[in-house]
């Protein structure tokens, strides 16, 4: 049998390469941007740092959506598959990733072998096995996208049953294909030149900043939360870390709220733009218009106070985050999410888009995978590993 013409879209096309590169600039822009905003103080700056990214990805969806218009235009073409391999990828829940690869033998089209990746339910996985006929479901001119479906229709279900089909020679067709060296180099020159542009556009102001010793950080001074434990506290003009000392951890009963607390002395009211918290150390990133340290009220204006003049607060009250609820958010994120063998984690509230949001990201063996909560401690997503 012959193979079907065409296959997926070779890598490294040059609008691959131009939005690597893209996609690299605005990364670097964005880092650069906040960092230099805490740096200076400048809360507009904090806040393009952290709007560049979000606004690039909205840009991109709104780009694609021509493209998945037409896509989803296409009527589906329905054919009989022979199961040449399979081999389950991971997994924990109760859908596993599995990898098949499949030769498609089409009633009116040249049959054509294709790998794909698709979660099959553990209770369904015995009913795929080598040699085994199946019914796929693929776009005609996107034949390296076919999907099995799991429920045919009755005489689909009866010629899967009756059918005996031959093997399709030659290499399968994959949907994945790697960047490649140029990709990733486009990608990592594209990060240097926008963080570079960044820096060049603010670089008299830095160094001033960096001469005159401004932000520089006041004495680390160690304090005592407890009779049996201890932490490093370090703060300056726009951010708070408190680091636990060995055999401590942010997920002990009332560490992170003592260690805000350590962060806040003498009645101040500071905003928070960030609080990071991870297993022994938790950083505040103050908003720099929010507050002054010592004052006990925000320099200027009211408590949370933004941009000069307007009023609007974009920080919030760094104890008001529900760190009751953090060992069971970080918890439910290392035993639901998928990844396997988590060694870290890292929870992140900020307020920057409207409502206070906190993302756990777990990493381990298998990647990573988030959970997103409200500012009550509320689950509102998962997305995993």
Known sequence: MTTAAGGPPPPNTPSDLALGFLTGGVIGASLAGFVSGCVLGRTPLIVLGLALPVGYGLVLFLASLPRRAREAAVVPSRALALIEALEAVGGEASDVPVRFELSVVPDDAPAFRVGIRQEINLVELPDYRPRGVVVVEYPPDRPWKARIVKRPTPEWERRAAGARLDSVPGPAMREEHGSGCAGGLLTVLGLLFGAGAVLL????????????????????VTSSFSSSSSATITVTSVTGTVALGPGQSMLDQGEPRKA?????RDGEQRQALTVVVQDRQLTVVFDPAGGVPGAGSPSGGSPGAGFPGTGQGLGFDPRSLPYDRIPGLVEEARRTLGVKSPKSWQLTADGITGALTLRIVVTGDGGSATLEADGRGQVLRRSGG
């Open 201 to 220: 556009l603010f670089r008299t102001e830095l160094f001033a900043a960096v001469e005159d010793g401004a932000g520089a950080p006041r004495p680390a």
């Open 260 to 264: 805000v607390d350590s962060l806040m």
